[in-house]
């Protein structure tokens, strides 16, 4: 049986650590909510360039671009997946590669089980998990200065690296996994497929009204189609990793409330049984006394 000692030294110890999960929570929100906001500024960007394409595609106007060539046959695979660097945030992680897993399954059953596939891990956590799967078909590509935490011009390098391998035939698509954020409560893995594009990705949520009609382009529309694309696949890929950090802190912030409900729930019961055995100790020291006095 513990001691009042040692009581006082775990409860102490336990509402250290509920201040530590309470102000890590408070952190991580504080983050969803900035990320939020970016993601608010990104969409009218992202909606205006869907725009322009969506005038070209709809007004019959011909072009063309490398980058929206679907090959036939599919040899070689770039698959992103998105992780986190820290700990901390719950089944974050384990439900992103859950999902990679499911993703190569699926590829190597359409494609063949021969089909070559890079992973390019995005966090050190996320390298961690896929190194354990790497075979002879499978490959994990590590590039320098790439992770959860990168700003915009590294996403944006990292975006341009994975088009020209795109473009010039490396890889027969890319492909990005990562977890899209709901809200605070809802976070779900996704895979987006970012090279070849798609027209039913250009079309998406765009204004169709706004798109038809007589349209003149100046200098033509194949040369402004091509301009604008690359706009649209950075902003598409600054969406994700903002939508990942978004997701993973607010993973954080539901795993640091289920920490900071249990240490509630282990004070109470601490404070309870220390109050219990300080109670004890009272009565068996009057007991004592009273024994003492009965003696004489």
Do not use: W
Not at 52 to 58: G, K, L, N, R, S
Not at 76 to 98: E, Q, R, T
Not at 123 to 148: C, E, L, P, R, T
Not at 163 to 187: N, P, W
């Amino acid at each position: 049986m513990a001691t009042l000692r040692e009581l006082k030294t775990r409860i102490g110890s336990v509402a250290s650590s509920e201040k530590i999960t309470g102000a890590m929570k408070m952190i991580s929100s504080a983050k969803v909510h900035k990320f939020e906001s970016s993601l608010k500024q990104l969409v009218p960007y992202r909606n205006k360039i869907k725009s322009v394409m969506a005038h070209i595609m709809q007004s019959g106007a011909d072009f063309s671009s490398p980058l929206i060539e679907t090959r036939h046959e599919v040899k070689k695979i770039a698959f992103a997946v998105f992780g986190s660097d820290d700990g901390l945030c719950g089944a974050y992680n384990i439900n992103i590669f859950k999902a990679a897993l499911a993703e190569l399954k699926r590829f190597q059953a359409k494609y063949g089980p021969t089909v070559e596939i890079d992973i390019y891990p995005i966090g050190q956590k996320m390298n961690k998990a896929v190194s354990k799967i790497a075979d002879q078909h499978i490959h994990v590509v590590n590039v320098k200065g790439i992770d959860s935490k990168m700003e915009a011009e590294k996403v944006n390098e990292f975006t341009h690296g994975l088009r020209d391998k795109f473009a010039t035939g490396e890889y027969d698509l890319v492909c990005v996994e990562y977890m899209h954020f709901f809200s605070m409560s809802r976070q779900k893995a996704t895979l987006e497929t970012l090279f070849p594009i798609s027209g039913e990705t250009l079309l998406e949520g765009s204004d169709s009204s706004e798109a038809t009609g007589m349209c003149i382009f100046e200098p033509d529309a194949n040369s402004i189609f091509n301009a604008v694309l690359p706009m649209f696949v950075l902003s598409s890929m600054q969406e994700i990793t903002i939508q990942n950090r978004a997701s993973e802190q607010a993973a954080r912030v539901m795993a640091m409330q289920s920490a900071n409900d249990n240490a509630k729930k282990l004070l109470e019961s601490l404070r309870l049984e220390y109050n219990k055995l300080r109670q004890e100790n009272i009565t068996t020291e009057l007991l004592d006394i009273l024994g003492g006095q009965v003696e004489r």
